[in-house]
């Protein structure tokens, strides 16, 4: 049976179809923003007939979605009501208190997603140990419901006060408004039962918010799917690095937020595992963004992160994004300093060169008149850019800057590169890790044409480009394992309560955990668990993530030893006479479904150069020599400047550097002087 990874991008949706034996293929059609599911239908029905694939041997489907990332930052989710505990009602507007830009006197905070007029205050009250205070009656359940009625929202977040503690309040009004509205009805006691009123609360928000526009989403495409490919079970790619299968998406979609970034990085591992590679940065440049992380061996994972100036408290890969993408739209501000970013063509109308009705000048059309991207080569042939219009466009830039076309589009270029240094010195030595120490694993449409000048400002000496950059992200997909991630507020601070406490939530946690990945496999062999704890020193208002063995008898001395390195190791220092606070209790269950693929370079002799075309560096104009990927074999060695063409994208190798292909497919670039 098959397998079909598909990943959907701002511009293009990308189908990895894998077969029995591993090997797999690939394939490309533009995405459909309004409708995702339509060119997902599109992409696998085209690659199943091209490559003359019966649907009814389609087993498994994994997708990455954007539907809800896109919401969040587009601001077009579900109408939500918010109950909250009376006089929390302003806890979304409150929030916190740390600005992004200290220094700017008119810097403003994200409007919140739920309108005062649509939060209501519920007469009840939990003491912080999970005492109730004030009881909740019948009477108030209904008049809330009433109101909650009165409002017709399509989504109901509950998210009382100290309900991580006691949700017997929350699990009232849960039912009471699942059994008299028709809405998506969620509370924070299973969102995430977790501390911190705030970030409890924006993330129940945000389930209700994203919840029925992408349940809705997977069950329009769930049931296309039924149809292209009756035997296929879909299942979605998480956050957090795994996948579950579509029927669990309910009072799950939250945890959908980066569910298209996700499988880059697991893509970059995977081929970089493949050349024994542990320490890479994986660089995944589309045509709306650019997406880096920083992998050492497995997977980052984080526990907040921001979307669309919006706080989310769920595990996410560790991935920085950019608006760096070959559609990034350059621009002039009043002062007269070009721009690239973070504004896009998009797939719609794109780049200038597209023809499609785009007047702005974009990284794409740069590169275009550079010489490193062939107008006549885009797609593989399948699509002719226009050489004309992208120097029209670029020409306005020019002309407000006055400066000459050709100058214009190397800044274009250079300002683009740029900003992709400065996100992977974030995610490096912002971290106190040096980038040169890492691969870079340039992937994605338009990652490779600018790869090596990346690794050239960041002084990295190799570059690892996968045989097909365009659909790394599709294969990370049918590499990625079936996971579950829990979490329990513990709050504990007397290492004598540790072993029972903590422990038997972290007991309780697994037994939950196996059990739900279990009914998403039906298969209970294999299952992986691990054991981590939120700690903190007495005092301290933030914790860090250690992880413990799964031994209750030695939790406390082993936790407060590995917590104690790992502080000073971060910060400098530990507080030997200071007590420790054990906060949250974390458990992941995995199971490895993943498929395993691969791709052998045919060896012999390889093609030569299919011709030359001059391209423009910071140095000049030079000849650089073009190859097809295709007509490449294993060990053959390309000098730059060159040009590698293949259909899902361009690889350029700049003067200084060679380039020589793998027995996998990838092109190992190095620096001619190491």
């Not at 954007?66 to 302003?90: S, Y």
């Not at 419901?145 to 509950?158: F, S």
């Not at 073009?626 to 994208?649: F, H, K, M, N």
Request: a negative charge.
């Amino acid at each position: 049976m098959r397998t079909v990874g598909v990943d959907v991008g701002g511009t293009f949706t990308d189908i990895v179809l894998v077969k029995e034996d591993g090997s797999y293929v690939v394939h490309k059609v533009p995405s459909t923003p309004g409708a995702q599911e339509r060119a997902v239908i599109q992409g696998i029905s085209e690659v199943l007939e091209t490559h003359s694939v019966d649907a009814k041997e389609v087993a498994l489907v994994v997708h990455g979605t954007t539907v809800a990332a896109n919401a969040m930052i587009e601001r077009r989710g579900a109408h939500v009501c918010l109950l909250t505990t009376e006089g929390f009602e302003d806890i979304l507007e409150i929030g916190r208190q740390d600005r992004s830009e200290i220094y700017d006197l008119t810097a403003t905070r994200p409007a919140p997603l739920v309108a005062a007029d649509d939060r209501i205050g519920v007469h009840e009250r939990t003491g912080a140990s999970g005492e109730v205070v004030v009881p909740l009656k019948q009477e108030e359940v209904q008049r809330v419901v009433r109101l909650v009625g009165q409002r017709r929202p399509e989504g109901v977040a509950i998210s009382l006060l100290f309900s991580f503690r006691e949700p017997r309040h929350e699990r009232v009004l849960l039912e009471a408004l699942r059994r008299e509205l028709d809405a998506y009805v969620v509370a924070s006691s299973e969102v995430l039962p977790e501390f911190r009123e705030f970030e409890r609360t924006s993330t129940t928000v945000l389930e209700a918010y994203l919840g029925p526009l992408v349940v809705g989403y997977v069950s329009r495409l769930a049931e296309m799917l039924a149809s292209t490919c009756p035997r296929a079970t879909l299942t979605l790619m998480q956050s957090n690095g795994g996948t579950m299968h579509a029927d669990r998406v309910h009072g799950h979609a939250v945890g959908l937020a980066v569910s298209g970034l996700a499988g880059g990085v697991i893509g970059g591992l995977e081929i970089a595992r493949q050349h024994g590679l542990d320490s890479v940065i994986t660089l995944d440049m589309g045509g709306t963004s650019c997406d880096v992380a920083a992998v050492h061996g497995r997977v980052p994972i984080i526990h907040n992160n921001t979307i669309g100036g919006l706080p989310i408290r769920f595990p996410t890969v560790d991935v920085r994004t950019i608006g760096a993408g070959g559609g990034s739209i350059a621009w002039v501000d009043d002062m007269d300093i070009l721009h690239v970013g973070p504004q896009s063509a998009g797939a719609s109308p794109g780049p200038a060169a597209y023809g499609r009705g785009g007047t702005d000048a974009t990284v794409t059309d740069a590169n275009v008149l550079l010489g490193r991207i062939n107008p006549d080569y885009f797609l593989g042939g399948r699509m002719q850019l226009e050489r004309d219009l992208a120097e029209t466009a670029v020409r306005r830039i020019a002309e407000k800057l006055d400066m000459g076309v050709e100058d214009t589009a190397l800044g274009i270029v250079r300002i683009s590169t740029a900003n992709m240094v400065e996100a992977i010195r974030g995610v490096t030595v912002g971290r106190g890790q040096d980038p040169r120490a890492f691969t870079l694993v340039a992937f994605g449409g338009a990652g490779p044409t600018q790869a090596v000048d990346i690794a050239q400002a960041l002084h990295i000496a190799s570059v690892l480009v996968p045989r097909h950059p365009g659909t790394t992200s599709a294969l990370g997909l049918v590499c990625a394992e079936t996971r579950v991630d829990l979490v329990q507020t513990v709050l504990v601070d007397d290492p004598g309560e540790v072993r029972v406490t903590v422990g038997e939530v972290l007991q309780d946690l697994t037994t939950r955990a196996v059990r739900r990945v279990e009914r998403q496999t039906g298969d209970s062999s294999g299952i992986r668990v691990e054991w981590s704890v939120d700690m903190r020193y007495v005092g301290q208002s933030h914790e860090l993530t250690v992880p413990v063995p799964r031994d209750e008898h030695a939790l406390a001395e082993v936790s407060r030893e590995r917590f104690e390195t790992e502080h000073e190791r971060r910060f400098g220092y530990r507080l030997a006479d200071r007590g420790v606070e054990w906060v949250t209790a974390r458990v992941v269950a995995t199971q490895d479904s993943r498929r395993r693929v691969h791709y052998r370079q045919p060896g012999g002799q390889g093609e030569g150069p299919v011709g030359e075309r001059e391209v423009l560096t910071q140095s000049g104009w030079c000849t650089a020599t073009v190859y097809r990927r295709d007509g490449l074999r294993s060990a053959q060695r390309v000098d730059g400047p060159a040009v590698i063409e293949q259909p899902d994208t361009t690889v350029y190798v700049g003067p200084g550097w060679y380039g020589t292909v793998t027995a996998h497919g990838a092109l190992w670039l190095r620096r001619s002087d190491t």
